[in-house]
């Protein structure tokens, strides 16, 4: 910890991951013989650079840049690039760290990573974008590659910014590779990429739901965000006859109590795509929802919660709230939502809870996908891709209840998780010696 001070998000991560792996450790000794785990817990890694650039008044702007490259036990590094302004290195430690887990757990040869920088997109231009990327990329460019790190997008950072990154870093190795992934489907992007991360918790909700006899239809789901993964978990719960009933940005939230249909949908995806405007603006055009600003979407009855936005944005308080207004069920769109003391709530109290690493692989696992293609120099059909996420998420639903059954039948989906995707990195760094 001491090591680590200064790093709250970090250490967050860590010591939820600790909480189930330290006594699966005391079960399995050679894992702690190794230290494999205290070696996770530290980068391989960590590159910090200067992103000089200049915005469209002719000021020089100067952001920070980071790539955390923490695994590459099991494959190349592979992990988004976030550009938020809340971005620092505690949080890109964090994200690396679960990206290890997560990728794991997907079954494909990736290591973890992240990045990005503490640059908002958020009311510049099109060619202030553009500029910024370009000055990332001519650091980052040294660092990555096809065999060595694969970053994608994360917040801030979508089909836009990754077209810019690309065209980049084309130029500067004079190659074309499959060194980034959400591309464009016309330059080796692949299919049902944009929908994955959504689409695969749908996948993964729909897994815990089978088991029980059950399907989604009817059921009233609150979503928070509205960006990449917010989107697509809704259209996938629509087509799957659930009603979702909000949506967010990080100004406020909009309740609909009637739902939100495609039609409506596809206002929001207009609108936070094309305008780039706020959710409060749904109002408008739909008078019989509500607006509430600097709120997150947790007080409204629900059976399902997908928190999709960011890190921290559900705590003990929206937990309790949550199941006082019956929801059951609580599965991360975005990379550690729930705080730990709402995760605490939700366990005491036996909801389902599935935390990121699980519910939300979908995304890394198309990526990985995007990287065979890429390979094959070939480019596979929606279905294909769409059946293999779906086979992948069913595996990672397997490893979860492998893993985390508990003696009265419940399944502990978070000790699943961890432990699951722990035991193949571990015992790929104890084949590779002490490196
Ligand atoms: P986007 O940038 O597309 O959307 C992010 C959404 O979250 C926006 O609605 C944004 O609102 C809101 N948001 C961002 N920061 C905050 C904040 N501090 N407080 C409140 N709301 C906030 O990102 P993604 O949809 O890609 O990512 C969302 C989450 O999912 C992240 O945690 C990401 O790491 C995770 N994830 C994403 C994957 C992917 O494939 N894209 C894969 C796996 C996980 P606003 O418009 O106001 O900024």
Request: aromatic share 10%; proline share 4%; with cysteine.
């Amino acid at each position: 910890e001491k090591r680590n001070s200064g790093e709250p998000e970090f250490l967050q991560a860590v010591n939820e991951v600790a909480e189930y792996i330290i006594p699966f450790i005391g079960e399995n000794p050679k894992f702690e013989k190794y230290k494999v785990f205290e070696r996770m817990a530290e980068p391989e890694r960590v590159l910090i650079f200067r992103v000089p650039w200049v915005d469209d008044a002719g000021e020089i702007q100067i952001n920070r840049g980071y790539r955390v490259q923490m695994n590459s036990a099991i494959g190349p590094y592979k992990g988004g690039l976030r550009f938020h302004p809340s971005v620092n290195l505690s949080v890109l430690k964090f994200l690396a760290f679960e990206q290890t887990f997560k990728n794991s757990l997907t079954g494909l040869p990736m290591g973890g990573a992240k990045g990005g920088s503490d640059f908002d997109p958020k009311g510049k231009s099109d060619a202030e974008v553009m500029r910024f990327c370009q000055s990332f990329m001519t650091e980052l460019y040294r660092h990555i590659g096809p065999d060595l790190d694969v970053p994608a997008g994360d917040i801030g950072v979508g089909k836009r910014e990754i077209g810019y990154l690309f065209g980049q870093y084309k130029r500067l190795k004079n190659e074309f590779t499959g060194v980034l992934t959400g591309k464009g489907f016309e330059w080796g992007g692949s299919r049902i990429r944009p929908e994955a991360t959504g689409y695969g918790l749908i996948y993964f909700v729909q897994e815990i739901f089978k088991d029980e006899g059950k399907t989604l239809e009817g059921k009233v789901i609150a979503i928070s965000g509205s960006g990449n993964v917010a989107q697509f978990a809704a259209e996938k719960s629509i087509q799957c006859g659930a009603k979702v009933v909000t949506m967010s940005d990080s100004n406020g939230y909009i309740y609909d109590p009637e739902g939100i249909d495609f039609e409506k949908l596809a206002f929001i995806t207009n609108l936070k795509e094309i305008r780039r405007g706020r959710i409060s603006e749904y109002i408008n055009a739909y008078p019989s929802a509500n607006y509430v600003a600097d709120a997150k979407p947790w007080a409204v009855p629900c059976d399902i919660a997908l928190p999709c936005a960011t890190q921290n944005e559900l705590n003990e308080t929206d937990a309790q709230q949550l199941i006082n207004n019956g929801c059951r069920f609580v599965a991360e769109g975005a990379n550690m939502p729930c705080t730990r003391e709402a995760v605490a709530i939700f366990n005491k109290q036996k909801i389902t809870y599935v935390p990121g690493k699980a519910a939300n692989a979908g995304g890394v696992a198309v990526s990985g996908l995007e990287m065979t293609q890429n390979s094959l120099r070939y480019a596979w059909v929606k279905d294909k891709v769409d059946d293999r996420l779906k086979m992948i998420i069913r595996g990672i639903h397997a490893t979860c209840v492998k893993y985390g059954k508990e003696a009265d039948g419940h399944i502990n989906y978070e000790k699943g998780a961890n432990i699951g995707g722990f035991v193949k990195v571990a015992e790929a760094m104890i084949d590779q010696g002490v490196v």
